[in-house]
């Protein structure tokens, strides 16, 4: 049996064509940005894509049909609905099964690129080790994904409200070449640098295309994480965001806020404690990761011409 997808007519036309598709998550509609601006963002981003010569295909689950692509009107839909399910490999299936709708964070919405054939994937950062794991056991299947699910993603490095080392060591463990674009250090998502030495360097999109392609001939498995740093001109400097994320980390363990939950509380207390300065960062991040994730997606494309 063959799982079910619904193919947008853009994306449906991609796919007839041969041509260049680049993946795009809806957790960022739903849980990461409030209605319009997630819209708003959501629309800039597929237009980054499309101007760079690939087509966008946001994934999520509606009414229990996984779509690849969706339309103006239910990109709209999506912005603006309540309740809908924050779907990771875990729960991805079972929203299918009873007719649930729910967005799609990194692991899910690798899963379901892979499935479709789409090699490459643009979010704003990779989830991780949380800090406090040792206790809490709070790890993404965002990690174990990018080991298992061969998608190239390009984020802007792990989240800052993560432990970014203990990150890096499991990616380290578990076999995930972590590649940063055009720098020698780990961006550190709203801030250029986190301070840590990256693993790996790369300083062209046919580079990253054509390690993806060779990893997949060795029959190594997973994908990898493209790290590239958010613009120098919309950075928020790490020396004035650590302070920022160390209270909203109090006030979530105060509240006893975990598991899911985490995140969307965490970005919404540093959306408030910077101004609102942290949206714009983040939307200028996945902008400018969805323009390389666009070049490396045409690199594949020649690559496999």
Known sequence: MTIEMQFSPEVAKARANASPVVALESTIITHGMPYPQNVQTARKVETVV????ATPATIAVLNGQLHIGLTDAQLEQLGQATEVAKLSRADFAACLATGGTGATTVAATMIAAHLAGIHVFAT????????????????????????????TVVAAGPKAILDVPKTLEVLETLGVPVITFKQNDIPAFWSCSSGLASPLRMDSAAEIAQAQIIRTQMGLPGGQLVANPIPAA???PRQTLVPIIEQALREADEQAISAKSVTPFLLQRIFELTGGES??????????????????????NKLAD
């Open 50 to 53: 499309r101007d760079g010569g």
């Open 124 to 151: 704003g950062g990779i989830g991780g080790v949380h800090r406090g794991a040792e206790l809490s056991f709070d790890i993404s299947a965002d990690l174990h994904e990018l080991a298992q699910t061969p998608v």
């Open 279 to 300: 949206l714009t960062a983040n939307i200028a991040l996945v902008m400018n990761n969805a323009r390389l994730a666009t070049d490396i997606a045409c690199e594949f």
């Open 234 to 236: 919309a950075e928020i």
